[in-house]
């Protein structure tokens, strides 16, 4: 198992902060609700802070109403009725507030499913910029972090996962993906957390 760290150097020009979903859907209040999405949130800002120009958020859209969707998504939108557009608002879509005061300069990229390259908005962002590395926070750890996570590698990115700055509504799910990325991905992501990302961010 590797440690945590930046085993392959320091962050340079080429790095952006990938702050995945971290809104109000995920926050206090909701049935989606992140338990230790607070705990996380501080070092989420921190790093957001110190490079806003280079962040772009996502933010999950859910379906409009129960029974929307492709295949299994209609399934799980009858299943979740309640965290509908039609039932939720518009506004828990928003990022969280103390993080939605950063776009701008930050960017942001709607998504319908969990990963953020399969309707091809971050692909397009990104395209054509000097960008190799992904320094990745935000929820959850074993699903749309994940998804995030896989599509940059498939696509050839550095990918840094920060430790103290994902967040997950299970803890052994959180915990087994921590592995994973240890044990069988060791030379395509590496994970250190805010402190090591922020003082190697050149």
Same mark, same amino acid.
């Given at each position: 198992?590797?440690a945590?760290?930046l085993?392959?150097?320091?962050?340079?020009a080429?790095?952006?902060?990938l702050?995945?979903?971290?809104? +109000?859907?995920?926050?206090? @209040?909701?049935p989606w609700a992140?338990? !230790?999405?607070k &705990?996380?949130?501080?070092?989420?800002? &921190?790093?957001?802070e110190?490079?806003?120009?280079a962040?772009?958020?996502?933010?999950?859209?859910?379906?409009?109403?129960? @029974?929307?969707?492709?295949?299994? =998504?209609?399934?799980? %939108?009858?299943? =979740?009725?309640?965290v509908?557009q039609?039932?939720i608002g518009?506004?828990?879509?928003?990022?969280?507030p103390e993080?939605?005061?950063f776009?701008?300069?930050?960017?942001?990229?709607d998504? +319908?499913v %969990?990963?953020? !390259?399969?309707e #091809? &908005?971050l692909e397009?962002?990104? *395209?054509g910029s000097?960008?190799?590395?992904?320094?990745?926070t935000?929820?959850?750890?074993?699903? $749309?972090?994940l998804? *995030? *996570?896989? #599509?940059?590698?498939? &696509?050839?990115? +550095?990918v840094?996962?920060?430790?103290? *700055?994902? $967040?997950?509504?299970?803890?052994?799910?959180h915990d087994?993906?921590m592995?994973f %990325?240890?044990?069988r991905?060791?030379q395509?992501?590496?994970?250190?957390?805010?402190?090591?990302?922020?003082?190697? =961010?050149i």
């Amino acid at each position: 198992m590797s440690a945590d760290g930046l085993p392959f150097g320091p962050l340079d020009a080429g790095c952006v902060h990938l702050c995945i979903d971290m809104q +109000r859907l995920f926050g206090d @209040g909701s049935p989606w609700a992140t338990p !230790w999405m607070k &705990r996380v949130l501080p070092n989420v800002r &921190r790093i957001v802070e110190k490079r806003p120009s280079a962040t772009i958020f996502t933010r999950f859209v859910p379906a409009e109403h129960a @029974g929307d969707g492709v295949g299994t =998504w209609r399934r799980y %939108y009858e299943h =979740w009725s309640s965290v509908t557009q039609q039932v939720i608002g518009p506004e828990m879509i928003e990022l969280l507030p103390e993080l939605a005061g950063f776009a701008p300069p930050a960017q942001v990229i709607d998504k +319908r499913v %969990y990963s953020p !390259w399969t309707e #091809g &908005r971050l692909e397009n962002l990104l *395209a054509g910029s000097r960008v190799h590395t992904l320094v990745i926070t935000g929820t959850e750890t074993d699903i $749309c972090v994940l998804a *995030a *996570a896989l #599509g940059a590698i498939d &696509r050839g990115y +550095r990918v840094v996962l920060v430790t103290d *700055a994902l $967040c997950s509504s299970s803890d052994e799910a959180h915990d087994a993906l921590m592995t994973f %990325y240890h044990q069988r991905l060791s030379q395509q992501v590496e994970t250190a957390d805010t402190k090591t990302v922020l003082s190697n =961010w050149i």
